[in-house]
Nanobody, 130 residues
Framework: QVHLAESGGGLVQAGDSLRLSCTPF????????VSWFRQAPGKEEREFVA?????????SYADSVKNRITISRNSAINEVSLQMNSLEPEDTAVYYC??????????????????????WGQGTQVTVSS
């Protein structure tokens, strides 16, 4: 069982940037694919935002955030971050970090389905005002 903690959310204006961070307690990210999801106000489903493979060699982004958001992992400090630039009011949501254990070292897949992920953080609120 891995426990995750997100940080970095806040209230910003449209066009501003934020950097979200996800760190695990008691484990490393080395055997996990890590993704960020978000849940907008009034929406029941969590939407895939970005993911990074177990090796860190592959990344995947939702069309709505491509060219504005970058996911990266830093094994030295055991962190996966989400750099968000040119934020828009439509980006307002609770952002969640989630992990999926990947047993095979050759598996570089990134799932966009929330049901593929076994452990979730508690979320961090991002609010973008217009």
């Amino acid at each position: 069982q891995v426990h995750l903690a997100e940080s970095g959310g806040g209230l910003v204006q449209a066009g501003d940037s934020l950097r979200l961070s996800c760190t695990p307690f008691g484990r490393t990210f080395s055997i996990y694919s890590v993704s960020w999801f978000r849940q907008a106000p009034g929406k029941e489903e969590r939407e895939f935002v970005a993911g990074i493979s177990r090796s860190g060699g592959r990344t995947s982004y939702a069309d709505s955030v491509k060219n504005r958001i970058t996911i990266s992992r830093n094994s030295a400090i055991n962190e996966v971050s989400l750099q968000m630039n040119s934020l828009e009011p439509e980006d307002t949501a609770v952002y969640y970090c989630a992990v999926r254990m990947v047993v095979s070292t050759s598996d570089d897949n990134i799932s966009t389905s929330p049901s593929s992920y076994t452990n979730w953080g508690q979320g961090t609120q991002v609010t973008v005002s217009s």
